[in-house]
């Protein structure tokens, strides 16, 4: 971010849960296309590859039908 941020650029991270532990920390896509050409002043978004969060517990577990 600082590197575009020192070109005129602003950024911002959209953040990917990945189940691939490689993926993580690392730039899974960015919009614009990092070939583009764009002015100074352009928001890039980088989407970037987060562990999942934990799933929590799985809901309340229902209601028991009353007889």
């Known amino acids: 971010i600082q590197i575009l ?4 650029l ?3 991270v959209i953040e990917v849960p990945t189940g691939d532990p490689d ?3 690392i730039v899974l896509d960015q919009e614009p296309n ?3 050409t764009v ?3 352009t928001n890039i978004a980088l989407a ?3 562990e999942p969060k934990d ?3 799985g809901g309340d577990g ?3 039908g009353g007889d």
């Open 62 to 64: 229902g209601g028991g």
């Open 10 to 12: 602003s950024a911002g």
């Open 48 to 50: 970037v590859g987060v």
């Open 5 to 8: 941020q020192s070109l005129g």
């Open 23 to 25: 993926r993580v920390g």
């Open 39 to 41: 002015p100074e002043g």
């Open 34 to 36: 990092a070939s583009a």
């Open 55 to 57: 799933g929590g517990g």
